[in-house]
Structures are given as C-alpha cells and as structure tokens.
C-alpha cells in the first residue's frame, strides 16, 4: 500500500483501515479461552488460562511482525516499530478476570491496542515514535492483593520484595506462580522504558453512557480507592453448650461491623461506593459458634479529602462492633490510591479525535481502577471509554456492541497516532 503523507491524511488512512470485523473475531477468540457457561470468562491472573491467553496474543502479534516481549512481572508487550528511537506510545489493558468476569474487560483495551497498530500498518504508515500494546498482569486484584501488581510494578510504585508475602485464597505463592508462568511463556526481557504517553481504551463497566445514547466517553479522572483486609477473632465454641453471655462470636462481631461501616459511608448523594465483597467464616461448620472471620472493604470516592476522612474511622468502627461481641480485630489497609486526573493534553486529544470522527461523546470519571492510573505517575495518560449493556461488568454477562467496540478502537487510532508522530 502506498505511503500516506501529512498527519491527518495518514490519521484518516490509519482511522479508515480499523477492522471492526477482525477486532471481534478476536474478542471472541480470546473470551474462548477460560469461557464459562453463562458466557462469560474466567480467566484468572498468573493461571495456565491467562498463559494461554497471552501466548494468543504473541501469536497474533508475531504473525504481523510486530515485537513480543515479556518484564518480570509477566507484562507482555507488543511493539510496533517507529522510525526514530524514541520513547514509545503506549496502549493496553489486561487480559486477566474476576471469576465471573465477561469477555471484554480488560481483553478490549489489549485488543483494540492490536487492531490500532494492525491498521496503522495495513495504511502502511509509519510513525516516529514505537506504538507499544501493554498487557498487564494482575489487574483484577481478586486473586492477588493488590491488584494493578503489573502497572504497580512497572511504574515503580511496588517491587518484588513486597510482593514476596503474597498469596492466593489458596495459599499459592504470586511469586511461585509467576515463575511458573514465566517458564511457560518464554519471550525476550521487555527493556522496560518510559513510555511518552499511555491511552487505555475499555469498557465504561457503568451505565452512563449507555444511559446518555453516547458512544464514547473522554475520561478525565479516576476516583480514588481504599482496599482493607479485617480479621475478626473470637472463640470457637459448641453452638449447643455455649450461653450466649460467655460466647465470642465472630460472625455477630462482622456483620455488627458491618452494619456500622455501611452507616458511616452511607451517603444521600450516592457518590461514595462502599463493599464488602468477601466474608470468610471460620471453622466453617454449623454447629460451632465461629471463632474467626475475615472480610474486605472496598471503599471509592473521587475526593480524596473524603477517603481520608471515612478512612480514619474504619478501625475504630470495626473494633467497637467487636468488643461488644468480645471479639478482637486486626484491620489492615491493603492499597490507598490517590483519585487520578489525567493529563489536560491527552483528554483534549481523545475529545478531539471523538469529535473529529463525529462520535458523540462526553467527559466522564472512572467509577472503576485501572492500569492507566498508575501509568499516569510516570507518563501523560488518558483513557477512552465505549459502553457496555446496562452498565454490568464484574459478570458473566456483560457485552458490548461491535460496533462500539470499532468506535472505540477509531478513536484510539487516532489519539495513538497524533501522539506517535509528536
Ligand atoms: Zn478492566
């Protein structure tokens, strides 16, 4: 194909050679791998499954000619060369999932990511700085805590000694299974560089957008996030021969904590989101009183001011609800992180290139975490938000339209490339 010249004829070239098409054959290849009845996938971080799925995206990308390659995290990245050495452009997601995850979170970002740089080469152009697609481990943090471990760990924020005490629900090690899939996938050492600037395209995981008929949104910030770990010991004891007066409940003790946690971040405007999303019984029988349960706190609001406040108060909520069971408590804070503004430049680009393509748009908060926070500490970074049905992610159902997906992938093609040439 003939060498498009200018920055908006190539632009143009790159935006009209996005393939909707093979960007859906993809979507629906990769959701085969760890797919689960109800359709969605299960795919989880550092597991033969998510080997499987990146070894699919190395195929892939080799069979264009584009570089693979790995960091010690297992972050798989895809380079498209440019025609000067300079810092790379960087796209991606994850290809990870919660275990009833769908099959487009996290695998669109990394998707689209491939499909840009696959259009940019089928216009046959050829741009100054590298285009990288990024696929990061662990972002889903179910797992592993925390989650992000890959962009964390690439934007120096964690490093593998911290990680060491690490361990799954089963008592997997992150570091041995990572080794194991290191071993799986070998792929040359990743030279991990600072990239000039990153763009993560991904599905909304909220209604907005589908609410508003939008097609895109031009996200601007993401809200902060607060993750704890509360461990709740009591006794066990015989649910028969135990008055209540001598009993040290753990169970009564959490959902008392519970209860009071819930009304100290209740909020009347519905902005603060708080969840407890896993609650651990222990021994775990029916008959014995528990003695110990775990649970999470997963708390977000965009101000950090809030967090902080609310944060305070998490201990001393949890041990008062205790005592009166006459339980003890251990409450630790996981990961806090900072609400994340994006770089003015990149939104004004994503908003320009939607403009620009007439896709109707909107500016947008993320509700939900992403790699692209973390890549914002150490390069200007934005994100490109498409809808999804209903709003529902985190679930086997969740879709997304083909069409928007392509739209997506436009917007991001050209938002790469206007970066790539700069
Ligand atoms: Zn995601």
């Given at each position: 194909m003939a060498k498009t010249s200018g920055a908006r004829p190539a632009a143009d070239a790159a935006v009209a050679a996005i393939d909707g098409e093979r960007l859906w054959r993809r979507l629906m290849s990769m959701a085969e791998?760890?797919?689960?009845?109800?359709?969605?996938v299960n795919r989880p971080t550092l597991s033969p499954d998510d080997v499987r799925a990146k070894r699919l995206l190395a195929d892939w990308a080799r069979a264009r000619g584009f570089a693979v390659s790995q960091d010690a995290l297992g972050n798989l990245f895809v380079r498209r060369a440019?025609?000067?050495?300079?810092a790379p452009v960087m796209t991606g997601s994850h290809l990870d999932s919660q275990?009833?995850?769908?099959?487009?979170?996290g695998a669109y970002g990394v998707l689209a990511g491939l499909e840009v740089i696959e259009a940019i080469d089928d216009a046959g152009i050829e741009t100054r700085r590298p285009i990288e697609v990024a696929a990061w481990?662990?972002?889903?943090?179910?797992?592993?805590?925390?989650?992000?471990t890959g962009s964390l760990h690439y934007t120096r924020q964690i490093d593998l000694a911290r990680l060491a005490g690490v361990r799954d629900?089963?008592?997997?090690g992150f570091a041995a299974a990572l080794e194991e899939c290191l071993a799986a996938l070998p792929l040359p050492v990743h030279d991990g560089a600072i990239p000039s600037a990153y763009v993560e395209a991904h599905?909304?995981?909220?209604?907005r957008l589908e609410a508003a008929a939008l097609t895109i949104g031009v996200v601007d910030a993401v809200q902060g996030s607060e993750k704890w770990l509360v461990t709740i010991t009591g006794e066990d004891a015989h649910a028969g021969t135990t008055p209540h007066a001598l009993r040290r409940d753990a169970l009564q003790a959490a959902v008392a904590a519970i209860a009071a946690l819930g009304a100290l971040m209740a909020d009347p405007a519905d902005v603060m989101r708080f969840t407890v999303g896993r609650l651990v019984v222990e021994?775990?029988?029916?008959?014995v009183v528990p003695g110990r349960c775990t649970f999470t706190i997963d708390m977000r609001h965009p101000d950090l001011a809030v967090i902080d406040r609310l944060s305070a108060r998490v201990p001393e909520t949890i041990a008062d609800a205790a005592a009166r069971h006459g339980c003890s408590v251990e409450a630790k804070r996981l990961a806090h992180v900072d609400p994340t503004r994006f770089d003015p430049g990149i939104v004004a680009a994503v908003r320009a290139a939607a403009s620009g393509l007439g896709l109707p748009h909107m500016d947008m908060i993320s509700g939900a975490g992403h790699d692209a926070m973390h890549l914002a500490k150490i390069c200007p970074s934005g994100m490109i938000f498409i809808p999804c049905a209903r709003g529902?992610?985190?679930?086997?159902t969740e879709s997304a339209t083909a069409a928007d997906c392509a739209a997506g992938a436009r917007v991001l093609a050209a938002t790469l490339l206007k970066l790539a040439q700069s």
């Open positions: 791998i760890g797919a689960t009845a109800k359709g969605g440019g025609r000067e050495g300079a275990p009833t995850g769908g099959k487009f979170d481990t662990n972002e889903e943090g179910w797992r592993f805590q925390p989650g992000c629900w089963n008592g997997v599905i909304e995981q909220g209604p021994p775990g029988s029916p008959n529902v992610s985190h679930n086997e």
